[in-house]
């Protein structure tokens, strides 16, 4: 049988039950759009979660303290006090590969500005801190070195901290805002940037000096991280080593596994949260996958029908000399066009509603040609696989017992 022969055969037996035809693609084409959406909405979290990583600064390593124990029982890491200034200033003067050192005292406090009130997270930190964590002012200036020596009582406004407070848009540099009854004059208000994975929101939050929160806010010295910027991604493991073997020569820690601190490395954190994101991902692909393969059962559930139906046309074809390849060509090809039709229209559909969800900022779904191409290539699979038996069915039926066929 000649190709074209086939085309023509192929398309006057779909054409021939539009509806029939129709509903059996549909599953191919809920299959297909479910993969590419679900796929995209897995990729997209992927390369959210890194870029609100990445946001948070770049070579960045984070020296947290260890755990505290209280009658028995063993807090969380950080909520110790083992690091102190020493610790910072011997880190910046000893270890290489370092291209900019912040510390921070962290704590929540109530803050107020007449009568809005608000809970929210006050840093102390320096003025580097704004370089490292990739911090930019949107209105008025970040905390000065000056203001740090004196222990200023100047604050920077996060956005969302600057709504709660003032009013959405509003400029509040110059009032006077209470944090825990303490007045703090808002010199500042950052950018947005938003949440970033485990990470809080770095725009509900008040920078302040970190002289300041020691003297007014916390009463004590002591420090909750240390922000460490590499000099380049290269030097970022041999700081970090550097900084795990220079705190515990200083805190008399012989076993590493005792140590009352960590140093958190930034591409670590990403690499974690991307190794989630992405199974993830295939497990949307596989639950969009059922969909598919219950697509695939519905097609061999027509041809085999079809088949049946027509029988009496295999036995006359075959009594006229056409081939069992012939036949199977023939049921073969109608149901991979089936497939292939189905594929293209899900692919458009997926495509569509991932670019619809992701505008109306329901989720990001970011589609790749990896996911189009995949998607494609299981649905001609499917076309194949599932095709392949009501062909064979087709093709093995006898002349004479199909001719009797009622």
Excluded at 74 to 93: V, Y
Excluded at 127 to 135: F, G, L, T, V, W
Excluded at 181 to 207: C, E, H, L, R
Excluded at 346 to 352: D, N, S, T
Aim: proline share 1%; aromatic share 6%; glycine share 10%.
């Amino acid at each position: 049988m000649m190709f074209s022969d086939i085309i023509s055969e192929t398309y006057a037996s779909l054409s021939g039950n539009k509806a029939r035809s129709g509903l059996t693609m549909l599953g191919i084409v809920i299959g297909i759009s479910s993969v590419i959406v679900l796929v995209g909405v897995g990729q997209g979290a992927t390369s959210s979660v890194t870029s609100s990583i990445s946001d948070l600064g770049s070579n960045l390593l984070v020296v947290s303290p260890g755990s505290s124990s209280s009658g028995g029982i063993r807090g969380g890491f950080g909520s110790a006090t083992t690091l102190t200034e020493k610790d910072a200033q011997a880190i910046k003067s000893q270890v290489t590969g370092i291209a900019n050192l912040a510390e921070t005292l962290t704590g929540r406090y109530q803050v107020t500005y007449k009568s809005s009130n608000t809970n929210t997270q006050v840093i102390g930190t320096q003025m580097s801190y704004a370089d490292i964590r990739k911090i930019t002012v949107d209105l008025g200036s970040f905390i000065s070195d000056q203001q740090e020596n004196n222990s200023s009582k100047v604050a920077v406004l996060g956005p969302t901290t600057r709504d709660d407070l003032f009013g959405e848009g509003v400029d509040p540099t110059g009032q006077i805002i209470k944090i825990n009854k303490i007045q703090f004059k808002v010199i500042g208000v950052t950018q947005a940037k938003g949440s970033s994975g485990s990470a809080s929101n770095t725009d509900d939050v008040i920078y302040v000096p970190i002289t300041a929160a020691q003297t007014f806010l916390a009463g004590k010295s002591a420090i909750s991280n240390i922000n460490v910027q590499a000099t380049d991604s290269a030097s970022i493991d041999t700081a970090q080593q550097e900084i795990t073997d220079l705190l515990l020569t200083r805190h008399n820690i012989s076993d590493a596994a005792s140590a009352d601190f960590t140093v958190t490395n930034q591409a670590d954190i990403v690499s974690s949260l991307s190794s989630v994101t992405g199974t993830l991902t295939w497990l949307l692909g596989a639950i969009a996958g059922i969909s598919l393969l219950v697509g695939g059962i519905g097609i061999m559930n027509m041809m085999l029908t079809t088949v049946t139906e027509r029988t009496r046309e295999i036995g006359l074809r075959k009594a006229v000399g056409a081939k069992r390849s012939d036949i199977s060509s023939q049921f073969l090809a109608e149901s991979i066009t089936l497939t292939f039709v189905g594929g293209i229209i899900g692919i458009l559909l997926g495509w569509i509603v991932a670019f619809i969800v992701t505008k109306l900022g329901v989720v990001n779904a970011a589609v790749t040609w990896q996911s189009v191409i995949l998607a494609f290539g299981v649905s001609a699979v499917v076309g194949i696989v599932f095709g392949y038996y009501p062909s064979r069915k087709a093709a093995a039926l006898k002349p004479i017992d199909a001719l009797k066929y009622e």
